[in-house]
């Protein structure tokens, strides 16, 4: 019996690594992230158009309905489906984006869409077995250009997360949702690094329960913002679940904000309430205490 086309769809988004990213957080990033009508925005990996959508709608508050020119929008997508459907879609005026078909990590910036006031997104995510041996871009490429030492055990949202940065434009603003491996992974280090270099101010939004329903993978939302102004310490918050998110009440918590600033550790530590960090970090001065990796090797 052959599949049925739900099932081909749904195959086809976990070879692409596809999550498509719920409506709330699209709307509340891409409300972050414009701010005046004359925005550009570009959405690198558009899918299910929950991005675009959502900037769509945010110009319209901004005023920007009746504008005649549609060059504020851009998308770029590699699997057919999905830009098929784009492509068939009916906008309202002055609200068609300029569609591209191609692998992100293949387009180089200025190639098929200017620099732009807002990178906003979700990429694939492929663990770095799929993603090398399917993808003739080798993640460390986009990454390299970069200057971002990325290896082939990175997933493919790293180098599509760095590559991103590169079509941002001075004092511009990026917004992505990323795996949580962002605040744990070793490979992540380099790029959190580069994120501070490139922006003057990088926050970093983790959920407490799970926001995707069809993936595993727990979610974080990363905001960096005026490129070109950095570098800058990190900021990390904490969000009970999607109902409560509020990214510019949280922004403007004070009390709900730890400045990471340079990091000796994986983000994840930042998840700790502060006395148990004190507590560690006293541990770690005491002399003859060991780390775990010094005495064994550690894996997952």
């Given at each position: 019996?052959?599949?049925?086309?739900?099932?081909?769809?749904?195959?086809?988004?976990?070879?692409?690594?596809?999550?498509?990213?719920?409506?709330?957080?699209?709307?509340?990033?891409?409300?972050?992230?414009?701010?005046?009508?004359?925005?550009?925005?570009?959405?690198?990996?558009?899918?299910?158009?929950?991005?675009?959508?959502?900037?769509?709608?945010?110009?319209?508050?901004?005023?920007?309905?009746?504008?005649?020119?549609?060059?504020?929008?851009?998308?770029?997508?590699?699997?057919?489906?999905?830009?098929?459907?784009?492509?068939?879609?009916?906008?309202?005026?002055?609200?068609?984006?300029?569609?591209?078909?191609?692998?992100?990590?293949?387009?180089?910036?200025?190639?098929?869409?200017?620099?732009?006031?807002?990178?906003?997104?979700?990429?694939?995510?492929?663990?770095?077995?799929?993603?090398?041996a399917h993808n003739e871009c080798f993640p460390g490429l986009a990454a390299a250009a970069a200057s971002v030492p990325l290896t082939r055990l990175a997933s493919s949202w790293a180098p599509f997360l760095v590559h991103a940065v590169r079509f941002v434009a001075a004092g511009g603003r990026l917004a992505?949702?990323?795996?949580?491996?962002?605040?744990?992974?070793?490979?992540?280090?380099?790029?959190?690094?580069?994120?501070?270099?490139?922006?003057?101010?990088?926050?970093?939004?983790?959920?407490?329960?799970?926001?995707?329903?069809?993936?595993?993978?727990?979610?974080?939302?990363?905001?960096?913002?005026?490129?070109?102004?950095?570098?800058?310490?990190?900021?990390?918050?904490?969000?009970?679940?999607?109902?409560?998110?509020?990214?510019?009440?949280?922004?403007?918590?004070?009390?709900?904000?730890?400045?990471?600033?340079?990091?000796?550790?994986?983000?994840?530590?930042?998840?700790?309430?502060?006395?148990?960090?004190?507590?560690?970090?006293?541990?770690?001065?005491?002399?003859?205490?060991?780390?775990?990796?010094?005495?064994?090797?550690?894996?997952?």
């Amino acid at each position: 019996m052959s599949p049925s086309p739900l099932d081909s769809a749904a195959a086809r988004q976990k070879e692409l690594g596809a999550f498509y990213t719920p409506a709330p957080i699209a709307k509340e990033l891409v409300t972050w992230a414009i701010r005046a009508a004359s925005d550009t925005v570009l959405d690198p990996s558009f899918g299910s158009l929950a991005f675009l959508d959502a900037a769509v709608a945010r110009f319209e508050t901004l005023g920007a309905r009746d504008a005649p020119d549609c060059r504020r929008l851009y998308g770029i997508e590699v699997d057919d489906h999905a830009f098929a459907a784009a492509a068939a879609r009916v906008w309202s005026r002055g609200a068609s984006p300029t569609l591209v078909h191609q692998d992100f990590l293949a387009v180089r910036p200025g190639e098929l869409v200017p620099a732009v006031d807002v990178v906003v997104g979700n990429p694939p995510y492929l663990r770095y077995q799929g993603f090398n041996a399917h993808n003739e871009c080798f993640p460390g490429l986009a990454a390299a250009a970069a200057s971002v030492p990325l290896t082939r055990l990175a997933s493919s949202w790293a180098p599509f997360l760095v590559h991103a940065v590169r079509f941002v434009a001075a004092g511009g603003r990026l917004a992505h949702v990323l795996p949580g491996q962002f605040l744990h992974a070793q490979y992540a280090q380099p790029v959190t690094e580069f994120l501070r270099r490139e922006f003057r101010r990088v926050a970093v939004i983790a959920f407490e329960e799970r926001v995707f329903p069809s993936a595993q993978e727990e979610v974080v939302l990363v905001l960096a913002e005026d490129r070109g102004g950095g570098p800058s310490d990190l900021e990390f918050f904490s969000c009970r679940t999607l109902a409560e998110l509020d990214i510019g009440h949280l922004l403007r918590g004070r009390r709900q904000k730890r400045c990471a600033g340079e990091q000796r550790g994986k983000l994840l530590a930042e998840l700790l309430d502060a006395e148990t960090r004190s507590t560690y970090s006293r541990a770690e001065a005491i002399d003859g205490v060991s780390r775990l990796g010094d005495l064994a090797g550690v894996d997952i």
